[in-house]
């Protein structure tokens, strides 16, 4: 039985702190392909269907052996002799009951060959332990349709992930340290009358003790700037000469020693950051470089609609700026004062989002589009963000694997050090190589291990020789890679399946930054590294 509204803000309380109710409703309306019901893919649809997905779909033609049942938990003994995708959609929907999971008893080659378009339909689809052949046909479907794929393997002790994505962007990018919008080397008109409406000077001691500490931040900024004649304070010289600045402003108490103001001191505390001067990050001036932000059709993505929206308003009601933010950090100061001073940066952004709307509505009628096609929440979202906006862009598989595109560059230089986790990623494009070659992986029957390291070694040599890459692969690696016999241990194939989720939610909610493009985990040294290939 479906929960109730209640009962899925209680189930899913901790995600919907992270991504919100349109981050759980992005993830519920999604359906995830997976090819491969095996350890490291059950382990990913583990990590999906918890945090309730809306359906998942299993592709997989192999029957559940011995083998499969002694690293995947979610095949019992039981299962030997059903198709494995079957034998785990039924234990996976026990996780979750408003999840719908569905299977698909056949080879995806097959697949490919009779209905390709069957994999248009998924908002990602999640390749596991698939061989190379497969992965570039795979890969070139997905490509054209636009739909992301997500390649994964475990392979013994090193887990691979490759994005394959041609654009992916992110609104909500939940950047780390992020700094406050307060505008205070620029402020707009209505928080610099603000500011002028406090007199330091003639307050009382306990208003002076609950100003807001960016009113005091910027009132000491005006007369840094009129009296003494200078600049804003840049360097750390100057920096502490302006926290000294502030600081002769505390109070006096009787015996002539300062008084315990906190305000003063979060002032004081917060100089590094609030003297940063406000302007257009980096890469959102990239992005409204960009031709699809200059070039709006009616195949053009809301998205764009709303950065070229953004671009306009900087050009024109924003001076320069883009919308405020309209939030501030918590601080030392009496109600009154706080949620006025709050309501001021609110009102603003409420301002600026309505001027964002309305070049919204005149961009979407110019090519002949509903102008409510756009929800007004949705601009909401992308000013409150705009400062974090960001877009991702994979390379092809085609690309990658072609000799005349093969990224030489990163794989030279990651590979100055012998051991960088790049020797795996070589590893396992040479292991491939042997499955084209012998139609199975190196090591697999243990009786032929010692022939299977020469055959592997010329693997290696033919495929650095081709690609024409200068590096050295120690032998230990190629005896590694036929000692494990293409095993997939569990706990590698859990701690793929966790990182691979993360990334398929990045990916469907349009929230945090997706990796681009390479991911390898060391499970022999706890290591792992992101690469551009």
Known sequence: ??????????????????????????????????????????????????????????????????????????????????????????????LNSDVSGNFVEEMPDKLLDSDAEFFHRFSVVIGVQLPESTCLRLGSVLWSASVPFLVCKTYGLIGYMRLVVQEHTVIESHPDNALEDLRLDQPFSELRHHIQSYNLDSMNKKDHSHTPWIIIFAKYLDKWL?????????????????????????LKNENGAPEDEENFEEAIKNVNTAVNPNKIPGAVADL??????????????????????????????????????????????????????????????????????????????????????????????????????????????????????????????????????????????????????????????????????????????????????????KDDYIHEFCRCGAAEPHTVAAFLGGSAAQEAIKIISHQFVPFNNTFIYNAMSQTSATFQL
């Open 1 to 94: 039985m479906a929960a109730t509204k209640a009962s899925k803000e209680q189930k899913y309380d901790r995600q919907l702190r992270l991504w919100g109710d349109h981050g759980q409703e992005a993830l519920e309306n999604a359906h995830v392909c997976l090819i491969n019901a095996t350890a490291t893919g059950t382990e990913i649809l583990k990590n999906l269907v918890l945090p309730g997905i809306g359906a998942f779909t299993i592709v997989d033609g192999h029957t559940v052996t011995g083998e499969d049942v002694g690293n995947n938990f979610f095949l019992t003994q039981d299962s030997i002799g059903k198709n494995r995708g079957q034998a785990a959609t039924e234990l996976l929907q026990e």
């Open 226 to 250: 009129n009296e003494l004649k200078q600049q804003p304070p840049k360097n750390y010289r100057e920096k502490e000469a302006f926290r000294n600045f502030i600081r002769e402003g505390i």
């Open 288 to 473: 409204f470089n960009h031709e699809q932000c200059n070039h709006i059709t009616c195949e053009t993505s809301s998205f764009w609609v709303m950065l070229r929206a953004v671009k306009e308003f900087v050009s024109n009601e924003g001076s320069g700026c883009l919308p405020v933010r309209g939030t501030i950090p918590d601080m030392i100061a009496d109600s009154q004062k706080f949620v006025s001073l709050q309501n001021v940066y609110r009102t603003k952004s409420m301002e600026d989002v309505a001027a964002v709307c309305k070049h919204v509505e005149s961009l979407l009628q110019s090519v002949g589009k509903s102008a409510d096609s756009i929800p007004e929440n949705d601009i909401k979202v992308f000013c409150k963000n705009a400062a974090f906006l960001r877009v991702v862009r994979c390379r092809s598989l085609a690309e990658e694997y072609s000799v005349d595109t093969v990224n030489r560059d990163e794989i030279t230089s990651c590979m100055d050090n012998p051991d960088s986790e790049m020797v795996f990623y070589l590893m396992l494009r040479a292991v491939d190589r042997f499955y084209q070659q012998h139609s199975r992986c190196p090591g697999v029957y243990n009786y032929q291990v010692e022939d299977d390291i020469s055959k592997l070694k010329v693997c290696v040599t033919s495929l650095l020789q081709e690609f024409n890459l200068n590096v050295n692969i």
